[in-house]
C-alpha cells in the first residue's frame, strides 16, 4: 500500500497539541478529517511527534496510507480548502513502503523565540520578556546541552516515557534585533524538554541562577525551575 509523506505548517494558539484528544480539537484531528472527506475513507494519519498546546510549527511531517490513485496537487489544494485558516498543507509526495514519519527521522530541531519588546505581530508566536538579558550568559551555556544525555530534569512531571536519553548535536541563540532566537537540533525530545532548556538559560541570564545550579540540572541533581511558554516553541524542521 502506497505510503504518502505531508509536510504541514500550523499556528497552534487554538489547539490541544498535535494528537487527538477527547474533549478537544487538535491539528492531527483536522488534518484527518480533511483527508478523510476528500477521499471518501477514513484516514488516520502519524506524525514525526508530538507538539503541546499552542506549540506551532514550520515544516511539521505526517504520513499515511491509502490504496486510491492520487493527484498530489490536487489532494494539497483540495485539503487547503477544508482546513482551518490556522492549519496549511505544504506538499504531499508518495515515499517509499518503509517509510514511518516518526521512525524514519534522523533529527528534529526547534526554534524558540524570545521577544525583546512588546510586539503586535509577534506577540502570539514569542515569549515576551522585559528588561535585559545577558546574552553573554546565553552564548556561555549553551553548548552545555550538546551531547548525550538524560535530559529528566527538563521533562514535565506527567510524562510517561520511560527513556529521557536525548542526543542533542546543536545548540544556538542568535541575537537579532528585536528577538532573540533560540535553535536545538536532535535526534528525539522529550516532553518540556525545549521549554525547560530556554526557561533555564533565560533564568540563567537574568542572573537568578548560578552556574553551578545549571549543571546540577543538567546532571539530573535538580529540577529545571522554569518553563518557558508554549507560544514561543515553533517546529523548524524535520530530517530524514
Not at 124 to 143: F, P
Not at 147 to 164: L, M, Q, R, T, Y
Not at 195 to 213: P, Q, T
Request: hydrophobic share 40%; charged share 25%.
Amino acid at each position: 500500500m502506497p505510503v504518502v509523506k505531508g509536510i504541514c505548517e500550523y499556528d497552534g494558539t487554538n489547539y490541544s497539541g498535535w494528537q487527538k484528544q477527547i474533549n478537544s480539537n487538535s491539528i492531527q484531528e483536522e488534518i484527518e478529517q480533511a483527508l478523510s472527506t476528500i477521499l471518501s475513507e477514513k484516514v488516520s494519519i502519524v506524525g514525526s511527534g508530538r507538539t503541546d498546546a499552542g506549540v506551532h510549527a514550520f515544516n511539521q511531517v505526517f504520513h499515511f496510507k491509502t490504496n486510491r490513485e492520487l493527484d498530489l496537487n490536487a489532494l494539497k489544494k483540495s485539503c487547503n480548502g477544508l482546513l482551518p485558516s490556522d492549519i496549511a498543507i505544504k506538499s504531499f509526495t508518495i515515499e517509499k513502503e518503509d517509510f514511518h514519519s516518526r521512525y524514519s527521522a534522523r533529527n528534529r530541531t526547534y526554534l524558540y523565540v524570545v521577544a525583546k519588546r512588546k510586539n503586535v505581530f509577534f506577540d502570539r508566536y514569542s515569549w515576551t520578556i522585559y528588561g535585559n538579558l545577558n546574552v553573554e550568559a546565553l552564548l556561555e551555556i549553551q553548548k552545555f546541552f550538546i551531547g548525550k544525555k538524560d535530559f529528566v530534569s527538563f521533562c514535565k512531571a506527567h510524562d510517561e516515557v520511560e527513556n529521557k536519553i536525548c542526543n542533542v548535536n546543536y545548540s544556538h541563540w542568535f541575537n537579532k534585533r528585536d528577538f532573540l532566537l533560540y535553535f536545538i537540533r536532535a535526534d528525539r525530545f522529550i516532553h518540556g524538554m525545549v521549554r525547560g532548556i530556554v526557561g533555564l538559560s533565560v533564568e540563567f541570564a537574568r542572573g537568578k541562577v548560578s552556574l553551578d545550579e545549571i549543571k546540577e540540572v543538567i546532571d539530573g541533581k535538580r529540577r529545571c525551575p522554569l518553563w518557558a511558554p508554549s507560544k514561543g516553541l515553533i517546529l523548524y524542521k524535520v530530517e530524514y
